[in-house]
């Protein structure tokens, strides 16, 4: 309770009185101060979408939900209002467009995201099966597919012998994944679906995969990717980025599971929620970033 009459009277009244303060101290605005005390990356551009939302500006507030094209455009009137002199701090304007990029592009990559997860397998459509049979393709590619539906999909880890069924809970984002994985890390791609079907700790590949997927794109839901993204990307992120993500994830999972040594696939969701736990910490880290360290195609 404490804390939460301090959070609101800090935030109301303290803050604003602080900021002022500081800024007749050091000459310069809280934007100019996060970004001359902190290097490019998470940490500061966290730091500066935290501060824009919290002005009690509205053209402030809303830089963060502007579009690409009009960054720069709203660096000069945030450089305007805050009467911030290009000859006096010659590095802010650069500074702040690049996390106004990273801001706003984060928000569109989950828009895009979110569009393709809501975007269900349609077999009338001929993108749709051209990808699923190229999985086939990139993961087996010695081996031909007899037909459509077929017992032969289970080999690459899909429930039944019509893989669309598998994507209702991602949807063709789940399928985008995969692809992901098997078109730009096709060596390593191919040994994890190997190491997939152990005799005693396998699991199936695919819908270990399409999980993957939630988890995924919770952590872009939440905006715990963020730490990552900000560090990786100096701009907006965009969907590749979501994707190689991905890949970190599909390589990083088998790498813990069979260190963990499950007894049986029954004990699949008590390690995937410790892998998550894993993971969700590492993104604490303002300096995180988790890239997979593989041959990329």
Known sequence: MFSLIWHYLYSS???SWVKWMLRKITGRCELQRICANT??????????EHSLESSRSEILKGSVTISEENVENRADEIMKIKKISTQKDPKFKLSLQICLLQVTGFKKLFVDVENLRKQPFDSSK?????MLIKLWELLMPHIPLESRITKQWGDIGFQGEDPKTDFRGMGMLGLHNL??????????????????NHPKMGYSYAIVGINLTEMAYSMLKTGILKTHLYNVVSGAPRMHHFHEFYCYLMYEFNQFWFKEKPASIMEFNYYREQFHKRVKELLL?????????????
């Open 39 to 48: 290097i490019q990356g998470a940490e500061r551009t966290m730091k500066i």
């Open 285 to 297: 880290d303002p300096n995180s970033v988790l890239i997979l360290k593989a041959e990329r195609q």
């Open 13 to 15: 009244f303290l803050r």
């Open 126 to 130: 001929k993108q749709h099966e051209d």
């Open 179 to 196: 692809m992901f994985f098997g078109e730009h890390y096709p060596e390593t791609a191919r040994q994890t679906l190997s190491q997939s």
